[in-house]
């Protein structure tokens, strides 16, 4: 079955601490992975995006992620959280097999403490 | 450049009532898929449209209908509302279904 898993529902950092939002997906085919973050009543932002090639990923708001096949992970890291990075972030998977179809995590709600 | 934008922004329908939801892709996109994102979890895919015709389905009931009008522009009709149909409804446009989803705002729709 395809599926994203999020494991982390809700996490807490303090504002300039490092971060890592994790996710794990279980596909057949050959797996498009993307992050996409949600403030609280608004729709989805992409932060970024794997197809193929390099697997480790830059995106906006200096975020990046990395792909690991063997782990079939994807998780989300930044260096130095700010303030305005509270919000949900998203996992989702998609692929040749699906085109539009993407299949979604259940999210991780991020908390910066100042 | 516009982007994927949705109308209306919120909906309170009643049960058994038919509520219609309409979106706008992204100017050189195509295609169009629809989500229901229920309040907690994250987005489940209702339908795509590609060239005026439903493409692929996830598991809705036929409760749940749409349409693409040759402008690319897309419309989503749900009958028979259910208090379960609650949800925030999201939009996404493509290129031909295989390239990056841009999602919209959403139409927020409470069914009381």
């Known amino acids: 079955a395809q599926s994203v898993t999020q494991p982390d529902i809700h996490i807490t950092v303090s504002e300039g601490a490092s971060l890592e939002l994790r996710c794990n997906y279980s596909?057949?085919?050959?797996?498009?992975l993307f992050w996409y973050v949600q403030s609280p009543g608004q729709g989805l932002q992409l932060l970024l995006k794997?197809?193929?090639?390099?697997?480790l990923v830059q995106g906006i708001k200096g975020f990046e992620a990395e792909f690991k096949r063997s782990q079939s992970s994807f998780n989300l890291r930044k260096p130095s959280v700010h303030w305005s990075d509270a919000a949900e972030y998203f996992c989702?998977?998609?692929?040749?097999?699906?085109?539009?179809?993407?299949?979604f995590g259940q999210g991780t709600t991020l908390q910066v403490k100042p | 450049d516009a982007g994927v934008t949705q109308s209306p922004t919120h909906l309170i329908k009643t049960r058994g009532q038919q509520v219609t939801l309409r979106c706008s892709p992204k100017?050189?996109?195509?295609?169009v898929s629809w989500y229901q994102q229920a309040l907690g979890q994250g987005p489940q895919f209702i339908f795509q449209?590609?060239?005026?015709?439903?493409?692929q389905r996830g598991n809705f009931p036929d409760r749940f209908s749409g349409h693409q009008f040759p402008n690319y522009s897309s419309e989503l009709n749900v009958n028979a509302l259910l208090l379960g149909d609650s949800a925030l409804y999201l939009c996404?446009?493509?290129?031909?279904?295989?390239?990056?989803?841009?999602f919209g705002p959403g139409t927020r729709l409470l069914v009381l």
């Open positions: 996404a446009s493509s290129l031909n279904g295989y390239e990056t989803q841009y």
């Open positions: 449209y590609y060239e005026e015709e439903e493409r």
């Open positions: 794997y197809f193929s090639g390099d697997t």
């Open positions: 596909y057949g085919a050959t797996p498009y």
């Open positions: 989702a998977v998609g692929g040749s097999g699906n085109t539009g179809k993407l299949i």
């Open positions: 100017s050189g996109h195509d295609t």
